[in-house]
């Protein structure tokens, strides 16, 4: 069975950083893409960005320059480190495998002084 | 690419039908034959959760009233008799060009 849990969401100010975790179990990241999808309060699912099992990276136009996608293959663990954050940023952050197979409960990021 | 669904909001009786469309501005079939169109359900509070995924495959525990159909550039999700735990956000994706992109989403209320 496939589990995602995802860690390290919370208030931040504007232009801070923040790092989020997911812990992947019942897949092998060499194996599978993975990707962090968000979701500001009350809207829809927005892909942030994508790592394929290649480990090739992808960035949507507004996180570029300022997220960064990684992995921990001998671990299963993702990450999402994100740098110069935004109010615009504020959302529930998912970590989803591929094309959203699988997603895991969300961790909420706010962006707030 | 900006999928496009209809309605957003869709009031239905249970028992009833319910459909929900679904376009792209261009088509979804990939270079490798394949046409990545999902269709995924979240309901209050909860991750989404996908039903269908190339266009028509149920996955695994989804109830078989819900089908998926299309090609191309239009596709439909529809549930043939409505039940109340059917009540949520349906969202469509594509999964052909990135970044992938959804739909704004179809909020099915029961009447």
């Known amino acids: 069975e496939v589990q995602l849990v995802e860690s390290g969401g919370g208030l931040v100010q504007p232009g801070g950083s923040l790092r989020l975790s997911c812990a992947a179990s019942?897949?092998?990241?060499?194996?599978?893409?993975m990707s962090w999808v968000r979701q500001a309060p009350g809207k829809g699912l927005e892909l942030v960005s994508s790592?394929?099992?290649?480990?090739?990276?992808y960035y949507t136009d507004f996180v570029k320059g300022r997220f960064t996608i990684s992995r921990d293959t001998s671990s299963n663990m993702l990450y999402l480190q994100m740098s110069s954050l935004r109010a615009e940023d504020t959302a529930l952050y998912y970590c989803?495998?591929?094309?959203?197979?699988?997603w895991g409960q969300g961790t909420l990021v706010t962006v707030s002084s | 690419v900006v999928m496009t669904q209809s309605p957003l909001s869709l009031p239905v009786t249970l028992g009833q039908p319910a459909s929900i469309s679904c376009r792209s501005p261009q088509g979804l079939l990939h270079s490798d034959g394949i046409t990545y169109l999902s269709w995924f359900h979240q309901r209050p509070g909860q991750s989404p959760r996908r039903l269908i995924y190339?266009?028509?495959n149920r996955d695994s525990g989804v109830p078989d009233r819900f089908s998926g159909s299309g090609s191309g550039t239009d596709f439909t999700l529809k549930i043939s008799r409505v039940e109340a735990e059917d009540v949520g956000t349906y969202y469509c994706?594509?999964?052909?060009?990135?970044?992938?992109?959804f739909g704004l989403g179809t909020k099915l209320e029961i009447k």
């Open positions: 190339k266009v028509s």
């Open positions: 989803a495998t591929g094309r959203g197979t699988f």
């Open positions: 019942g897949l092998t990241f060499t194996r599978n893409a």
């Open positions: 994706g594509q999964g052909t060009y990135w970044p992938y992109t």
């Open positions: 790592i394929y099992d290649s480990g090739e990276t």
